[in-house]
C-alpha cells in the first residue's frame, strides 16, 4: 500500500528553527510537495523537490533523499503566522498525488 | 488572476436534500482536482478531471456522488442523496501541467454542513 507518516502535531518558539519530517512509502516517485494550510484556509504550495538535496526559498527550506524514502521542510525565523498545518504529498508512478495526513505546527511567544 | 473560485463557502442542509458544489478553474489550467477534507480521514482525493474528462473517480464514495465538468471553466460537485456523513471541507484545486512538474492550486473550499 501507498504511505505517508508526518508527526501529528509539533510545538516550537517563536524566531527559533523547526525541522518536520515526512517518510514516504510509494508505488513509484515522481516528486514530492509540502502544502501549508492554515485553520479554515485552504492548503497553499510551498516547495516541489523530485531530485535528492536541498532546495532553499527564503525562511523556508525543504530536503529530500529518495533511497531512504524521506524528505523534511526546515522553518527558520519562525513568525507566529507560521502556526498552520503542513501537508506532505508525493506523486506516484501514476503521477496521483498522495497527501499525509499533515502536521499541526503550534508557535509559542 | 482570481485563482480557483469555489460557491457556495458555506452550505447546511438536511439529510436526503441534493447539494451541489461549484468551482471555476484557474483559466488556462487543463487539470481539475475535487477533494474531500475531515479531521478523521484528512484530505481525499474524489476526483479529477484533464482537459475536461474525467480520468479517476476512485475516490468517489459511492453513487450519491457525481461531477460534471461541461466546460474548461466550470465544474460541480453534487451530492444526492446528502447524508450527516457527508459532513465535510470539499476543496477543487487546478493545476497546469507543464513536464512533470503539476503544482495544483486550491480553492477556499466549501464547508458542507449536513444535519
Known amino acids: 500500500g501507498q504511505n505517508i507518516d508526518q508527526p501529528t502535531e509539533m510545538t516550537a518558539t517563536e524566531g527559533a528553527i523547526v525541522q518536520i519530517n515526512c517518510t514516504y512509502q510509494?508505488?513509484?516517485?515522481?516528486?514530492l510537495f509540502w502544502y501549508q494550510q492554515h485553520a479554515g484556509e485552504a492548503p497553499t504550495f510551498l516547495s516541489y523537490?523530485?531530485l535528492d538535496g536541498l532546495e532553499e526559498k527564503g525562511r523556508f527550506s525543504s530536503f529530500l533523499s529518495r533511497s531512504k524514502g524521506y524528505s523534511y521542510l526546515l522553518l527558520k525565523e519562525l513568525q507566529m503566522k507560521d502556526s498552520a498545518s503542513y501537508l506532505c504529498?508525493?506523486?506516484?508512478?501514476?503521477?496521483?498525488?498522495?497527501w499525509g495526513a499533515g502536521t499541526k505546527l503550534i508557535i509559542k511567544p | 488572476d482570481a485563482g480557483v473560485i469555489q460557491s457556495p463557502r458555506h452550505e447546511v442542509t438536511e439529510m436526503g436534500q441534493e447539494v451541489t458544489l461549484r468551482c471555476k478553474p484557474i483559466?488556462?489550467?487543463?487539470?481539475l482536482f475535487w477533494y474531500r477534507q475531515t479531521m478523521m480521514r484528512g484530505l481525499e482525493l474524489l476526483i479529477y478531471?484533464?482537459?475536461?474528462?474525467?480520468?479517476?473517480d476512485s475516490g468517489m464514495p459511492e453513487d450519491r456522488f457525481s461531477a460534471k465538468m461541461p466546460n474548461a471553466s466550470f465544474s460541480t460537485l453534487k451530492i444526492q442523496p446528502s447524508e450527516p456523513r457527508d459532513s465535510a471541507v470539499y476543496f477543487c484545486?487546478?493545476?497546469?501541467?507543464?513536464?512533470?512538474?503539476?503544482?495544483?492550486?486550491f480553492g477556499a473550499g466549501t464547508r458542507l454542513s449536513v444535519l
Open positions: 483559466s488556462g489550467h487543463n487539470s
Open positions: 504529498a508525493v506523486l506516484d508512478s501514476n503521477y496521483q498525488l498522495i
Open positions: 484545486a487546478s493545476s497546469l501541467s507543464i513536464g512533470d512538474v503539476d503544482i495544483q492550486y
Open positions: 510509494t508505488s513509484g516517485f515522481n516528486g
Open positions: 523537490n523530485v
Open positions: 478531471f484533464n482537459n475536461n474528462v474525467p480520468i479517476d
